[in-house]
């Protein structure tokens, strides 16, 4: 039987908009980073197109926004549809920040995959993506 | 502070004390193998004088009013004058802010406070594409002088002093300020208030960042020069450790950061040639005010013993008021939950008594529901009350720094200041903050601490009530939504002010605003009347952009 090497999950943690709480963002990538997942963060003030060209040229498996702004309800959406457009919505999408409850469903509507709001502990966000982000290729 | 047969006498005692202890510990252990504070600082069972044995009253403790300022920089502290209830406050457009303003005043707050929203506060207008999703979200849609001349709609700012949280435009919208107080006939010279103006920390934590840092420094020593001479009243900048402390840092990391970037604007503005004691005595600082109680005063009273040790030995300030720490205080963001949001009322008051317990000059509590939004009215309200029934009820205001003398804060206080000048004596050899802030060094003790900590509640050593103990369902509340029309107005008034203005006027005077740039003059002549001619943020922001290039977020975590 052939052993197949499976290569790390990649993910891209990335700041959008003008939203510089990034204390957050920063946690879960090191977070990810020490469970064993490839983590690359954009850094702060990117543009929904930013974080598409990103994710792409990295070849990274999810891309989770980190939002605080209330910007949320803007860019999510912004961000699936720019992937569809670029033909890379196998990327997962999904983030954190402060969203209110009440928001969610119109995320999940439009293809986020989870949110995980405030007092979140790093382990369930690391066991999502264990249970639901595989490599792509 | 006590003499020595005194001394040995308590040792004798604390020996036996400790003998009965270990004998009942062997049977009950104490409930945790370390008690620490909430930054990791160690904490006794007992403190006793032998703990505070080398403090001498007069020299380190002192009286209120009289330099080193341990008990506080007022001879007369709260019974002369309460604090000042700031709110800080900001949303939608600026006729709800205007409202939201109103309904404080008529509530008893006794000082104004600006939240910009983001747009504001990166130097973009609100039709930027940069502000699509972020128009009137986080604070207040400001992007002429004609936005600022309607958020002061009836509020006479010769009677109200005002701060604003505002960084690398702070200089442009002291200069609408300026000329909004002008239009209600109010002179420069008699406006109070504060800009925050604090860009080292923006590159620290706030991330509210636009040029690189020399030019941010320049400009910031213009509105010092400016208003050292104009505006005499006011406080030129805000030198702030909340953010700091938000972004994760500990209590000893914001006490010391805070000081160093104090120190570099010290440094930068006598660069420039001014006299220290012509402008230190309006220099502000903010800090947090955490949920732990005892360190977060100790580390108050030391920020004012160190502060007046650095300006009266390191810079030779002459000018006793040179010497004070002046500040403003909020209480944590970061310590409020979004579980159980009911429970963030206790968290805030508190964290608010610790803050008077520090002698603070002003203070912002939270509401419950800023784990969510923007507060409601009625939430703006619950904290407002909060302050004004620790300043009417509890009595810890009819004495001045009560806890003054107590072993306990006492050695915590000279713990804090201890570590605290080790930090700093580690930037000074690094070449001051500038160039820490160059090699990333406070942003990675943030990152640090902020990493260390969550991994302290994830595995339940450090509590969190209502997220990883006593977790129980808590019914929804109804938090503050902006509304699309409100962007829909911003948009169009800003359409309508650029129609009507002297545009060929307001080219000309960006153009002197690009000379004034790149030969050093101070800016602040030409910021107010570009201004006055309803010149917007982005327009004047983009100048700089262009003459002095972006700062980007290295993106370290």
């Given at each position: ?137 | ?471 129980t369902d808590h019914p929804p509340i109804t938090i503050w939504r902006m509304k699309p029309e409100i962007e829909e107005r911003q948009l169009k008034r800003l359409r309508q002010v650029k129609e009507t203005r002297n545009s060929q006027k307001v080219k000309e005077l960006l153009q002197k605003i690009r000379e004034a ?41």
């Amino acid at each position: 039987m052939e052993e197949r090497m499976e290569r790390k999950v990649r993910i891209l943690i990335a700041k959008p908009g003008l939203d510089g709480h990034d204390r957050g963002a920063k946690v879960i990538a090191r977070g990810f980073r020490d469970a064993g997942f490839e983590v690359i963060y954009t850094g702060l003030h990117q543009t929904p197109e930013q974080i598409v060209s990103a994710a792409i040229q990295e070849d990274v498996d999810a891309i989770g926004l980190s939002i605080l702004s209330g910007a949320h309800d803007y860019i999510f959406p912004e961000v699936i549809e720019l992937l569809k457009k670029k033909g890379a919505e196998d990327i997962a999408v999904f983030g954190g920040g402060i969203i209110p409850e009440e928001d969610i469903p119109a995320l999940t509507q439009c293809g986020v995959k989870a949110i995980f709001t405030p007092g979140t502990p790093i382990e369930e966000a690391v066991k999502w993506v264990r249970e639901n982000i595989k490599p792509r290729k | 502070m006590f003499k020595e047969d005194q001394l040995k006498k308590i040792g004798e005692g604390k020996r036996k004390w400790t003998e009965d202890l270990s004998k009942i510990l062997s049977e009950t252990p104490e409930r945790l193998p370390r008690f620490t504070t909430i930054s990791d600082l160690e904490i006794k069972g007992l403190y006793t004088p032998e703990d505070i044995e080398g403090l001498d009253y007069s020299k380190d403790i002192g009286f209120p009013g009289i330099y080193p300022f341990t008990r506080g920089i007022q001879p007369s502290m709260y019974r002369g004058r309460l604090w000042t209830m700031r709110m800080f406050s900001g949303l939608g457009g600026p006729e709800e802010t205007n409202k939201r303003f109103h309904y404080l005043l008529a509530h008893g707050e006794t000082g104004l406070s600006i939240a910009f929203h983001y747009p504001t506060l990166m130097g973009y207008d609100s039709d930027s594409p940069m502000s699509r999703g972020e128009v009137g979200k986080c604070g207040v849609a400001i992007d002429t002088l004609k936005d600022m001349e309607i958020l002061f709609e009836g509020i006479p700012l010769d009677k109200v002093t005002t701060s604003m949280t505002i960084n690398p435009p702070a200089s442009i919208l002291l200069a609408m300020y300026i000329v909004v107080a002008e239009k209600q006939g109010v002179s420069k010279k008699d406006i109070g208030g504060t800009i925050q103006n604090d860009m080292l920390k923006e590159f620290i934590a706030q991330k509210t960042f636009m040029l690189p840092p020399k030019p941010s420094l320049k400009i910031i020593v213009d509105t010092i020069e400016y208003c050292t001479k104009e505006v005499p009243r006011w406080n030129t900048i805000s030198i702030s450790g909340y953010h700091i402390r938000e972004a994760g840092a500990t209590a000893v990391q914001e006490l010391a950061f805070t000081l160093a970037d104090g120190i570099a604007y010290v440094e930068a503005a006598m660069e420039r040639g001014l006299n220290v004691d012509d402008f230190a005595p309006r220099l502000s600082f903010f800090f947090d005010s955490h949920i732990d109680f005892f360190e977060e005063i100790a580390k108050f009273r030391a920020a004012r013993r160190m502060w007046a040790k650095i300006m009266r030995e390191r810079f030779l300030a002459k000018n006793p008021r040179s010497w004070m720490l002046r500040f403003h205080t909020q209480t944590a963001g970061c310590s409020l939950t979004a579980q159980q949001p009911y429970n963030n009322v206790v968290r805030t008051a508190y964290e608010a008594l610790a803050a008077v317990l520090g002698g603070t000059q002003s203070l912002h509590t939270n509401s419950l529901d800023e784990t969510y939004a923007i507060p409601t009215e009625e939430a703006v309200t619950i904290a407002l009350r909060t302050q004004q029934i620790l300043a009417e009820e509890t009595g810890v205001v009819n004495t001045i720094d009560p806890l003054a003398g107590s072993y306990f804060v006492e050695a915590l206080t000279n713990r804090i200041e201890e570590q605290a000048w080790e930090y700093i004596k580690k930037i000074d050899e690094m070449g001051g903050m500038v160039a820490a802030i160059e090699r990333g060094y406070p942003q990675a003790e943030i990152a640090e601490s902020a990493y260390k900590y969550q991994k302290q509640i994830d595995s339940g050593e450090k509590v969190l009530v209502g997220v990883n103990k006593y977790v129980t369902d808590h019914p929804p509340i109804t938090i503050w939504r902006m509304k699309p029309e409100i962007e829909e107005r911003q948009l169009k008034r800003l359409r309508q002010v650029k129609e009507t203005r002297n545009s060929q006027k307001v080219k000309e005077l960006l153009q002197k605003i690009r000379e004034a740039s790149q030969n050093g003059e101070n800016l602040m002549p030409h910021l107010i009347n570009a201004v006055r001619e309803y010149a917007t943020i982005q327009e004047i922001c983009d100048v700089w952009r262009e003459v002095f290039g972006r700062y980007s977020d290295p993106g370290y975590f």
